[in-house]
């Protein structure tokens, strides 16, 4: 066979070798990420750990793997378990509404609203001798209201079973971490020098540090809301307290599911200047600590400019969805690094040429 046959034979399998190990991960991609964020996050307790088990890696890398269980899988199947009992909760409320209707006179604070007050008594009216408008009225709430809990239902599934799979890599990736970080290091050395171990040191700060501002601010959230709770009466506190701490740092909607909801049943139950309150805490107060905290928070842990920070952010998450919150930042951390190099060297190009120059 004909020596470049032979070779171009080669490089085409590696090629197919290489999609097919690419197609084989990608389902994978983002849950491996986030496994690799966790275990650079939390490697001091790993190596601690280590420490204490006499440098037994498995036994480190279990440990850390059962507190994680414990941290992140046991809050969520919690609320899973909270959210279908709500479900049912609110089934009871409306299923004697639409089996008997409406009381025939509406609520004295009802007519008492201010503009909508008249009017909103006349359609209860209304509804209540019309049973066919007030069924209507019922499924156009009670379907939505299905299909969103089946939805939310599904997302917890979903992301129990990612949360089992991302402790599942963290222990291997434990386990082994001195050959993966002797790899990255050489690795890193070989292919750009000093300035490939500069990029993998941002990397690691930019990631932890992105970890620390959103874990934080979530907790700083989570013990604004439970103040609101308390003050308010709202009742299941720990679980309302943990659920705001977990979609918190969900981008976009985050805690506002919670503080709503409470506000919501505050209202229904009559409470309506608590309500007003919930509403005004969780607007000015639980929210307020998302937007200004968190990139506070990561741009001093991370050491990058706070505009870096909240485009990395933001662009992040549109782009990769949840693991963007990592991604983003990262990726515009070390594009910084890469164009400062890139101007340094320029700069330095453009000083010899002109001393060049003047010798001449």
Same mark, same amino acid.
């Given at each position: 066979?004909?020596?470049?046959?032979?070779?171009?034979?080669?490089? @085409?399998?590696?090629?197919?070798?290489?999609?097919?190990?690419? *197609?084989?991960?990608?389902?994978?991609?983002?849950?491996?990420?986030?496994?690799?964020?966790?275990?650079?996050?939390?490697?001091?307790?790993?190596?601690?750990?280590?420490?204490?088990?006499?440098?037994?890696?498995?036994?480190?890398?279990?440990?850390? &793997?059962?507190?994680?269980?414990?941290?992140?899988?046991?809050?969520?199947?919690?609320?899973?378990?909270?959210?279908?009992?709500?479900? %049912?909760?609110?089934?009871?409320? =409306?299923?004697?509404?639409?089996?008997?209707?409406?009381? *025939? %006179?509406?609520?004295?604070?009802? @007519?008492?609203? !201010?503009?909508?007050?008249?009017? /909103?008594?006349?359609?209860?009216?209304?509804?209540?001798?019309?049973?066919?408008?007030?069924?209507?009225?019922?499924?156009?709430?009670?379907? !939505?209201?299905?299909?969103?809990?089946? @939805?939310?239902?599904?997302?917890? @599934?979903?992301?129990?079973?990612?949360?089992?799979?991302?402790?599942?890599?963290?222990?291997?990736?434990?386990?082994?971490?001195?050959?993966? /970080?002797?790899?990255?290091?050489?690795?890193?050395?070989?292919?750009?020098?000093?300035?490939?171990?500069?990029?993998?040191?941002?990397?690691?700060?930019?990631?932890?540090?992105?970890?620390?501002?959103?874990?934080?601010? /979530?907790?700083?959230?989570?013990?604004?809301?439970?103040?609101?709770?308390?003050?308010?009466?709202?009742?299941?506190?720990?679980?309302?307290?943990?659920?705001?701490?977990?979609? &918190?740092?969900?981008?976009?909607?985050?805690?506002?599911?919670?503080?709503?909801?409470? *506000?919501?049943?505050?209202?229904? %139950?009559?409470?309506?200047?608590? *309500?007003?309150?919930?509403? =005004?805490?969780?607007?000015?107060?639980? &929210?307020?600590?998302?937007?200004?905290?968190?990139?506070?928070?990561?741009?001093?842990?991370?050491? =990058?400019?706070?505009?870096?920070?909240?485009?990395?952010?933001?662009?992040?998450?549109?782009?990769?969805?949840?693991?963007?919150?990592?991604?983003?930042?990262?990726?515009?951390?070390?594009?910084?690094?890469?164009?400062?190099?890139?101007?340094?060297?320029?700069?330095?190009?453009? /000083?010899?040429?002109?001393?060049?120059?003047?010798?001449?």
């Amino acid at each position: 066979m004909n020596p470049g046959h032979k070779q171009l034979i080669q490089i @085409a399998l590696v090629a197919l070798l290489l999609i097919g190990c690419i *197609a084989v991960l990608l389902p994978f991609t983002g849950t491996l990420l986030f496994a690799i964020v966790i275990c650079v996050t939390t490697l001091p307790v790993r190596n601690r750990l280590l420490r204490l088990c006499r440098g037994r890696s498995n036994l480190a890398a279990l440990l850390v &793997s059962i507190l994680l269980l414990l941290l992140l899988v046991a809050p969520v199947a919690l609320l899973s378990g909270s959210l279908a009992d709500g479900v %049912e909760v609110a089934i009871r409320y =409306l299923k004697p509404l639409m089996e008997n209707g409406l009381p *025939a %006179e509406p609520p004295a604070w009802l @007519a008492k609203l !201010p503009i909508l007050g008249r009017d /909103a008594a006349a359609y209860w009216r209304e509804l209540v001798e019309s049973r066919e408008e007030m069924n209507n009225l019922l499924h156009q709430f009670v379907d !939505p209201t299905r299909k969103l809990a089946l @939805a939310a239902a599904a997302l917890l @599934a979903q992301g129990l079973l990612q949360l089992v799979l991302v402790i599942f890599f963290v222990f291997f990736i434990f386990r082994d971490a001195h050959i993966y /970080a002797d790899a990255l290091h050489i690795g890193s050395r070989t292919l750009g020098g000093d300035l490939g171990e500069r990029m993998l040191a941002l990397a690691e700060g930019t990631v932890t540090g992105v970890m620390v501002g959103i874990v934080g601010t /979530a907790a700083a959230q989570a013990l604004v809301a439970m103040i609101g709770f308390l003050v308010t009466g709202v009742p299941g506190l720990i679980i309302l307290t943990v659920a705001t701490f977990f979609f &918190s740092m969900v981008p976009v909607v985050g805690a506002t599911l919670i503080w709503l909801g409470a *506000a919501v049943w505050l209202y229904n %139950e009559g409470q309506t200047g608590w *309500a007003v309150f919930m509403v =005004l805490w969780g607007m000015f107060g639980i &929210s307020s600590v998302d937007n200004f905290i968190k990139p506070i928070l990561i741009s001093r842990t991370a050491s =990058l400019p706070l505009l870096l920070i909240v485009v990395g952010v933001f662009g992040g998450v549109l782009v990769f969805g949840f693991i963007g919150l990592f991604l983003g930042p990262t990726l515009l951390a070390l594009g910084q690094v890469l164009i400062r190099e890139w101007l340094a060297h320029a700069e330095s190009r453009a /000083a010899a040429a002109a001393e060049e120059g003047v010798v001449q």
